[in-house]
């Protein structure tokens, strides 16, 4: 829903989702408004200006004269940025979650593709063979989608205070320690796999056929969700105390991994293995030699607890041609 000041007047857009609407539309009374949550998906807090030539009320007048967007149905695009509710006064730092692009970090090869932040996953046994054998940076960034058998390559992301104001070796406090994710992705494309290589159970899978994951550390510990503690971890990305981390892998569906249909409809043709991560032609290389067709998406994780949330790009890729 979208909340509109119009002249004046006070004005509560409510739509239902589509899922909402699905559910109302039984009849049976069963449908019940019983949680709701707020979010701030239009407000770029950068345009705070304490330099405001007029003083401080003028600080956050661009902030307020935002526009805000009408109510919409479409569960998948709303609520990207969820508000939270924090009763403590004494924070000065918020927890976030960070995606760790360091390469080898101790325990995990958990680098991204070249010089980009994307992770690309080989859709099939050809893909995964090609990758290996030609890729410059050896393999780093580039996760097996159908033969899921290494454990050190995964996607890898981080929770806690990053800051260097604090020392990582204080153990964060516990309302500030997550202890539960919420995956989200695009069930036509991929599934989530632990890192021992296992399939996770879908929690729920929406109209748009957006897959939801819900993963605690009780549940899911060791194999997807670990305590990151207070002792140096080398290569960790979060700089001040730490919570927990979350590994995982991405397995390609069975549709990206026997046909074209998906790549041909909503993906684009690379040509040569080192244009994955930057998109552009090598020069010196034909049209058509080592040709890989690629689905660019996300990866949406958020903390239960915390609620922070991080997007983690993916791309999906297949050898058409060699």
Known sequence: MGFLDNSGDILLDAVLTDTGRMRLAKGDGSFKIAKFCLADDEINYGLYDKTHASGSAYYDLEILQTPVMEAFTNNASSVKHRLI???RTNLLYL???KLNTNGDRADHSCGVHGASTVHVVAVDSDTETGLSATDTTAGIGVLPGETITNED???LVEEGLDTTEISFSYAID???NESQYIVEMDNRLG?????TGTSVTV????DDNIASYYLSSTTHGTTMINSLGTTAIDGCSIAGPRGTSLKFKVKASLELNTSQYLFEQVGDTLYYLNTLATATATTGYAE???EYRVIDS??????ATTGASINVPIRYAKKVKS
């Open 85 to 87: 509710s924090i009763s």
């Open 95 to 97: 927890p976030v979650i």
């Open 153 to 155: 390559s995964c996607i």
């Open 174 to 176: 516990s309302d500030l």
């Open 191 to 195: 599934s989530l796999i632990s890192f």
């Open 203 to 206: 929690s729920y899978i929406d």
């Open 288 to 290: 058509g030699t080592n």
């Open 298 to 303: 996300n990866i949406r994780i958020t903390g």
